[in-house]
């Protein structure tokens, strides 16, 4: 949610609303000139003007510590090896004088290393660097390997041996010490993975105790300053992907899913990708600007070498270049490798080097290595996987009422209602504004009746009133971040003066994860739900419209160090404080827009406040493709854009392809005409209720993807290349993607098309989802663009779970039978699963729910337990097999024989779809009388 209300901004800012009353066109650059590009960043300008080899610091020899770590010490090459002295703390290097780094690195299972590089803790530092806590999962350490020996090796011409150590079977790790690098390599054939350091790019500026005369570490940005106590402490280096074709991740940017290349011959005036989380209204398409989350995690593809990727935990401002073929011609080379190669330069304000190489080597096989690290995404609600309706804002009760009324009318499911920042009394978080919104508990009860929630808006800014008991019990307590000075900061946001929550202390994420209890946030119930917004954090009248750097956090931690990380802690801190509410029982719901590695434990991101027009449609799919890549499997974009009043055409596409986020979401600004689903036009109506029911009757698939995405990390929505990671056509594909490994879904992206064009990758066939025809895999085809539907197909070999009674909401769905509907392959053969549980409980955990895996070949269906290992199911569901649609199946087939309970069934022509109108007609077997916890099979013949 975007651009502050003119009340509240109107002492502030009464020349800029002057001018948008004037001058509407300019709005573009005013946008450009509010935020910083990499020359206006001077980190960011020092990383990028040095050239390759000119890192001048070299590696002392290995030593393995008591942990099974590899230590050894950086110094500049002009301290010879041979005499270095270990107690000599402080090195001439030119006119400054330096401290060691100190290195090290560590080895996990599943071909897995991290290394670490900070300043030296020992030798009495102005103040320690910040690593940023909470985001590697216990589980992780606990994976740990304890080296016990290395061994040397010299490499190419080098005069001093480099160390080699234990990585992998198939793979190992060496620090190369002079010149120094890092990287992972194949045992066999030593082709280069992954590589730190090979272009020489590596520079740590070490923190300062205080300035001698004549410096001046203050940075300027518009009316801004930025002290910087401890002067410039940037790190930056390169890292290098070999084999690679193309290389994505590091979101947040609204751009294609490959990453462009940001530096090189040809690329004239481009910014590196920035990631720096950023209140951005309206942002454009095809910008590397940084944008609501920062995930600095990148995955490289290519049909050779398959896939590895890197990660670089670090909170700081951090800007990254993708460095084009020929960046460096001319210059000289440490050491000349002669493989297929993509070079990128990682630079950060502050923090310290904490990475890890993860060497794949397929694509899953890396998203899972980084999920280890960060975690599993949390295993969302059933209700949350189905439709939202929002809006900026919902009026009233009366309003409140009417929309959910009108749902029913139409026949149209929703499971969530929203409310945002106008429920509340003034602006102040967890309470109601008594007028509009008198009874709230009522309200959420009867919603809840239908098996509907509702979802609250609750932001990081507290308003600075003395009469509100957050903000109360927060200033006496010293619970808000501090300025530079040291007293509580205080930002404008929108309640006008407010100070900002320290979610860095674990103490005050505890606190506020208390304000959700029932007694504490009075009107809540079991069935509300919780909305972070403006969490990067906003600050209207702050630099960059964010918190300034030299702010301080619980720690004496300065914002710079830990920026792109406020959002996380405060989601973290939310979504406790829901579990908390409920006594540990019931999952949690909440939505976040700012987002760090981590995110994806506690609930939902989505991509922020998009605009109504067909190239943010488009730019959509990449967006969440690409935060699936980086762990945050459960997101989606505002469908319909948050700005601006799309066309019917646009909207229903919109609704068309959104059926297929992860998150689905219905929202708009409040100065847009409203657009619920019934608003234009009865056949429109018709159009974006059927892309709802799709959904709906597509539950149980989605309700198994998330299951797996919790389990292994792999994504539910998924790049065409993480299913066919050979297929070199799919490599740049970001219109089209795949819903799990069963389903791809190409969007419909511009005005009045009359055909679209399709990939299907691979040898396979598809069948379409209306049609039941099929196509041949590794060929484009060409289709009518029909205004009924975006072109969606399931992939032979596989078996798709659905419901297709139509209910008001998912919680209305539990006890409805299920549709198995298989795609039979070349070997007249398919396979797939469903997950079933409560939908709502952690009890899951505790071993209570049904994973049954289905098997189609010679004939026969079969439907077995992959559960439990000890043959107890602790969850019951009485759902029952209503349907077994069987395409691509011979006419020859006429009757089947269901086991074991005897029951024989015809084979007949039944609808593809339950509620499909006139056909198709498909072969089907209709209520075989099984139920889907059982063991079974049906035998055709």
Known sequence: ????????????????????????????????????????????????????????????????????????????????????????????????????????????????????????????????????????????ERTKLYLSRKREEKIGDDLVESSIFYLADGYEGVIRHDPFEVFVREKGSKERV????????????????????????????????????????????????????????????????????????????????RLFNLDVFEYLHESPFGLYGSIPFMISHGKGRGTSGFFWLNAAEMQIDV??????AGADKIMMVDQKRIDTLWMAEAGVVDTFFFVGPKPKDVVRQYTSVTGTPAMPQLFATAYHQCRWNYRDEEDVYHVDSKFDEHDIPYDVLWLDIEHTDGKKYFTWDKVLFPNPEEMQNKLASKGRRMVTIVDPHIKRDDSYHIHKEASQNGYYVKDASGKDFDGWCWPGSSSYIDMLSP???????????????????????????????????????????????????????????????????????????GNGKDRPFVLSRAFFPGSQRYGAIWTGDNSANWDQLRVSIPMVLTLGLSGISFSGADVGGFFGNPEPELLVRWYQVGAYYPFFRGHAHHDTKRREPWLLGERNTELMSDAIHTRYTLLPYFYTLFREANTSGVPVVRPLWMEFPSDENTFGIDEAFMVGNGLLVQGIYTERATDVSVYLPGEQLWYDLRSG??????????????????????????????????????????????????????????????????????EFKKGAYIHRRFTFANGKLTSSDIAHSDGKTKYISHCTLERVILLGLSSAYKTALIEPISKKAIIELGPLRLHGGRGPFVPTIRKPGVHMADDWSIQIS
């Open 507 to 581: 103490e005050i994420r505890s606190w506020w994860g208390d304000k959700f209890s029932y007694d504490s946030y009075q009107g809540s119930t079991p069935s509300l739900y919780i909305w972070n917004d403006m969490n990067e954090p906003s600050v209207f009248n702050g630099p960059e419209v964010t918190m300034p750097r030299d702010a301080l956090h619980y720690g004496g931690v300065e914002h710079r160090e830990l920026h792109n990380a406020y959002g996380y802690y405060f989601h973290m801190a939310t979504s406790e404080g829901l579990v908390k509410r």
């Open 194 to 273: 992954l590589s730190l350091n090979s272009n020489g790019l590596f520079d740590f500026e070490q923190l300062k105790g205080g300035k001698e005369e004549g410096e001046d570490w203050e940075e300027r940005f518009r009316s801004h300053v930025d002290s910087r106590p401890y002067g410039p402490q940037s790190i930056s280096f390169d890292v290098t992907f070999y084999g690679a074709d193309f290389v994505y991740g590091i979101p947040e940017h609204a751009t294609s899913l490959a990453l462009k290349p940001t530096r090189g011959p040809g690329i004239e005036h481009s910014e590196p990708y």
């Open 773 to 842: 025809m099929h196509y041949n895999g590794g060929q484009t085809h060409k289709f009518e663009a029909s205004e009924e539907n975006i072109p969606s197909f399931q992939r032979a070999g596989t078996i798709i779970p659905r419901k297709d009674r139509y209910r008001r909401s998912s919680m209305q769905m539990e006890h409805d039978p299920y549709t198995l509907v298989i795609a039979l392959n070349s070997s007249q053969a398919a396979e797939g699963e469903v997950y079933i549980d409560d939908g709502k409980s952690f």
């Open 323 to 328: 460095l084009g073929s020929g960046w460096d």
């Open 1 to 140: 949610m975007k651009k502050p209300s003119k009340d509240l901004m109107f002492p502030l800012f009464f020349p800029f609303f002057l001018t948008l009353l004037l001058f509407p066109a300019p709005i573009l650059s005013w946008k450009k000139d509010e935020f910083r590009n990499c020359n206006q960043t001077p980190f960011c300008k020092r990383s990028r003007s040095r050239n390759p080899g000119s890192c001048n610091l070299v590696s002392t020899d290995v030593l393995i510590s008591e942990d099974g770590d590899l230590v050894a010490k950086l110094i500049p090459k002009s301290k010879r090896l041979d005499f270095y002295d270990e107690n000599d703390n402080n090195i001439e290097n030119g006119t400054n004088i330096v401290k060691p780094l100190v290195l090290t690195v560590s080895v996990y299972q599943n071909g897995i290393f991290r290394l670490k590089i900070d300043e030296d803790k020992n030798l009495g530092l102005p103040k320690k660097r910040f690593e940023v806590p909470d985001v590697v999962v216990d589980e992780f």
